[in-house]
């Protein structure tokens, strides 16, 4: 794998600003995932390394989390995340525990203090799918163990881990190539563009104006790897010349279902489709994490051509998941 720079620097995120820890990168234990920006060049390239190993030998770490339980919250559907995790814990012999949200109401029924001090003394990691970025990292204060991000509102780190991966795979070595992101500037093209910064990758992100990616995440990044390209552009076929890998996610994300008529209109321009690619790298890949709306972020041709490597991608979050945990838990 040569998909993460040497690194000097991890970050956490303060009040909305977020800050460079230093001196964190050589510890060899991690608190957690809440971001991207939990984890340094090094720790990316130890997850990828062992998301390989795992995907070659499923069976290997059969007993890695034995008698161990990890608890997953919902507060969103999903099928990837959760199966994946849960297929995943059993794989390495521990026992997921699923939670929906509205069963345990984080800050309604239970403050998030009460919940991660108490989880804490029942499992050994916590994954939650919730919207506010804040709710993740506040289960994280109050958590002796490691707390998982599996989306919310602004980062989705689980999936482009897995994503890189899927990259390695293809490009070998994947140093210095170019990802265009077109489309809505959420979740998953924050945390792309922070895993871009750990793994050397230029990133050329086309958004429509008012759905860019938050400027907190480009200053981030930027500090993270001053020597990539990032550039932000509300015209695709700028973005998609001379990329490697084009990728794209709905337009609307869950949480914003009474916009998607508006969303459907202002995103058109920013569908991925034949017309699109013709002003691209004739090699280039089409990733997309899904699930996807085909007709809207990605044509039904273009999906179909591509379907055997965007479901390896999904494919590829069971593997990655697994190593994310053994990661956080220190287990190689
Ligand atoms: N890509 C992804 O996270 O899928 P789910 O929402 O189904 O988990
Ligand atoms: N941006 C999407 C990602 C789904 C995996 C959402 O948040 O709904």
Redesign the pocket.
């Known amino acids: 794998m040569h998909c993460a720079k040497p690194d000097k620097r991890s970050m956490s995120e303060e009040g909305g600003e977020i800050k460079i820890m230093k001196g964190s990168s050589t510890k060899s234990k991690l608190k957690g995932l809440t971001g991207i920006a939990d984890i340094s060049s090094k720790d990316l390239r130890e997850i990828l390394s062992l998301t390989k190993d795992l995907k070659e030998n499923p069976l290997k770490r059969s007993s890695a989390i034995q008698n161990q339980s990890v608890a997953l919250i919902f507060a969103?559907p999903s099928l990837?995340?959760r199966i994946s995790f849960e297929v995943g814990i059993r794989q390495l012999g521990g026992h997921p525990i699923t939670i929906k949200m509205d069963e345990i109401n984080v800050g309604i029924r239970e403050n998030v203090e009460d919940i991660g001090s108490v989880l804490s003394k029942y499992v050994s990691s916590i994954v939650i799918r919730t919207f506010e970025q804040k709710q993740v990292e506040d289960l994280q204060k109050y958590s002796s163990v490691p707390v998982i991000n599996g989306?919310s509102?602004e980062e989705?780190p689980c999936?482009v881990i897995s994503d890189i991966f899927t990259i390695s795979e293809i490009f070998k070595p994947c140093d210095g190539l170019k990802i265009a992101y077109v489309g809505?500037g959420?979740?998953?093209a924050q945390s792309l563009l922070l895993a871009c910064a750990l793994s050397n990758i230029n990133i050329s992100i086309s958004s429509p104006k008012n759905h860019q990616i938050q400027k907190k995440y480009t200053d981030l990044a930027k500090r993270m790897n001053p020597e990539i390209n990032i550039e932000l552009n509300e015209d695709p076929k700028i973005s998609v010349k001379n990329a490697d890998v084009l990728y794209t996610?709905?337009w609307t994300?869950?949480?914003q279902e009474k916009e998607a008529n508006k969303r459907r209109k202002i995103f058109m321009p920013y569908q991925i489709n034949d017309e699109l690619l013709s002003h691209g790298k004739k090699n280039a890949v089409v990733l997309h994490?899904?699930?996807a709306h085909k007709g809207e972020e990605i044509s039904h041709n273009v999906f179909d051509r591509f379907s055997e490597v965007i479901y390896t991608q999904a494919e590829n979050r069971l593997h990655a998941q697994k190593a994310i945990l053994l990661k956080l838990m220190g287990i190689n």
Do not use: E
Request: aromatic share 0%.
């Open positions: 969103k990837r995340t989306l509102d989705h999936q809505d959420n979740n998953v996610d709905v994300s869950m949480g994490c899904l699930p």
